[in-house]
Structure formats: structure tokens, C-alpha cells
């Protein structure tokens, strides 16, 4: 099995931070992404962690514990454009690629 | 350099017939990866291909689906006599190399079955 678990759902206000968990199972882990998916539209690539850190990217940050199968992706300053699904991926070592269920993130103003 | 291209966007097919969708690569990618979503899901793995070979089918109905990456042309992901549970947004992406952080996807095929 691959179980990649991150919660259904997220609201946070215009200008706040969430944080966005993914728990993986560690076995034949390669590396891990993070897509952001607005309704009707293709995953646009967000983060891609290879090593244990934190990575910043402007407003987004994604966070790797190789050891800990787990990872999370971070969204500061909050905007009311940002309300999308937070995809979490993870590469195996066999190359496949899976998904998680997804995040949906909705803004408030 | 283009993008990930997938056509049609749109499908609509009556139970019965067949669909094909399409999926050109990126230039300089030739892996590609097959994604089925229903609404309000995750993506689920259907099928990894390289050019001209079929890497891992693990995610695809054993009956009904097949999918071929040819040397020439698009990547095609064939339903053969569609079902109403077959009603999905499919989704490709490609890859320069496996494992790759360069992993991109077009824009769907939104299939519905009447």
C-alpha cells in the first residue's frame, strides 16, 4: 500500500497562515510534491522536496521529515485566490507517482 | 515550448462506444503518466508508459482500457464500449526522466458518458 493521508478540508481568513499535513508511508520513498489544483483545471507544481528541510518559495513553504513520513506545506499571507485543493504526491523509488485525496483550502474574506 | 497538450478537452460518448484521448508530451519528455480524477477525489494512477513501452499498467482496468505511447506521436489512452462510471477528468502528465521534479500535466480530457 502507499496510504498518503491529508485532511479533507481547511479554512483560514484573507491574510492568514494554514498549514496543510501529509503523512506517507516511509517504505520505497523517493521524493514528494505538492500541486495546487483550482476546480476544472490541471495541478500546477507548487514543491518538490527531495531532503529533510524546509524549502521557501515566497508565500509557500514545504517542510520534508524523510524519517517521519511526513511533510507539510505552508501558506502565509493568505489570498482569496490561494482557495484551491492542495494535492500531495509522492514519488516511489519504482518511479511511480501517487496522490493523495487532496486538501480543499477555502479563503474567507 | 509548449506544454503538456491533451485533446479533446471535452468528450462526450454514448455507452457503448469507444474513446480515445490524446496526450502530447512536452518536448524532451518521454515519460508520461495517465491520472483518472472523479469530482471531488484525488487523482488516481492509471498508467506510467515510455516511448514505445508500458513501464507500469498497475492502476488501469484490467478490461476495457489499454494505453500506448508510440514512438511517433501522442500518448493514447483508449476505453473501449464506455460506462457511465467511466465519466472522469483523465489527466496526463510528463516527465523528462523517472522521478524527475520536472513533472507537468495538460489540462484534462473531461469524458462524459450519456
Known amino acids: 500500500g502507499q496510504n498518503i493521508d491529508q485532511p479533507t478540508e481547511m479554512t483560514a481568513t484573507e491574510g492568514a497562515i494554514v498549514q496543510i499535513n501529509c503523512t506517507y508511508q516511509?517504505?520505497?520513498?523517493?521524493?514528494l510534491f505538492w500541486y495546487q489544483q483550482h476546480a476544472g483545471e490541471a495541478p500546477t507544481f507548487l514543491s518538490y522536496n527531495v531532503l529533510d528541510g524546509l524549502e521557501e518559495k515566497g508565500r509557500f513553504s514545504s517542510f520534508l521529515s524523510r524519517s517521519k513520513g511526513y511533510s507539510y506545506l505552508l501558506l502565509k499571507e493568505l489570498q482569496m485566490k490561494d482557495s484551491a485543493s492542495y494535492l500531495c504526491a509522492v514519488t516511489w523509488v519504482d518511479y511511480k507517482l501517487s496522490f493523495g485525496a487532496g486538501t480543499t483550502v477555502t479563503v474567507r474574506a | 515550448n509548449a506544454g503538456v497538450m491533451q485533446n479533446p478537452r471535452h468528450l462526450v460518448r454514448r455507452r457503448g462506444q469507444e474513446a480515445r484521448l490524446r496526450c502530447s508530451p512536452m518536448k524532451g519528455h518521454s515519460h508520461v503518466y495517465w491520472y483518472r480524477q472523479l469530482p471531488e477525489e484525488g487523482l488516481k494512477f492509471m498508467v506510467y508508459?515510455?516511448?514505445?513501452?508500458?513501464?507500469?499498467e498497475s492502476g488501469m482496468p484490467k478490461e476495457r482500457f489499454s494505453a500506448e505511447f508510440p514512438k511517433e506521436g501522442p500518448s493514447i489512452l483508449r476505453i473501449q464500449q464506455v460506462v457511465r462510471g467511466d465519466s472522469a477528468a483523465y489527466f496526463c502528465a510528463s516527465s523528462p526522466m523517472p522521478g524527475n521534479e520536472k513533472l507537468f500535466f495538460g489540462s484534462g480530457t473531461q469524458l462524459s458518458v450519456l
Open positions: 508508459l515510455q516511448k514505445e513501452n508500458i513501464i507500469d
Open positions: 516511509t517504505s520505497g520513498f523517493n521524493g
